[in-house]
């Protein structure tokens, strides 16, 4: 079975971005969350989180 990325329908803060990687990966959302605040506070992370909860597609279950 093939293991695919999709935003979170359970651990959803705001697109339920963080918690489909944290799911993707095996991860506790909250630590996908504190790295993305931190990519947030370096970078252009705010539009990355933006592009990707486009891109990426909700959980269809």
Do not use: H, Q
């Given at each position: 079975m093939e293991k695919k990325?999709?935003?979170s329908n359970r651990n959803?803060?705001?697109c339920g971005v963080?918690?489909?990687?944290?799911e993707?990966?095996?991860i506790d959302p909250t630590?996908?969350?504190?790295l993305?605040?931190?990519f947030?506070?370096?970078?252009?992370?705010?539009l990355a989180?933006?592009?990707?909860a486009i891109i990426v597609p909700v959980n269809p279950s």
């Amino acid at each position: 079975m093939e293991k695919k990325l999709y935003r979170s329908n359970r651990n959803k803060m705001i697109c339920g971005v963080c918690g489909g990687l944290g799911e993707y990966f095996n991860i506790d959302p909250t630590i996908i969350r504190l790295l993305w605040a931190l990519f947030i506070c370096t970078s252009a992370g705010i539009l990355a989180y933006i592009i990707a909860a486009i891109i990426v597609p909700v959980n269809p279950s």
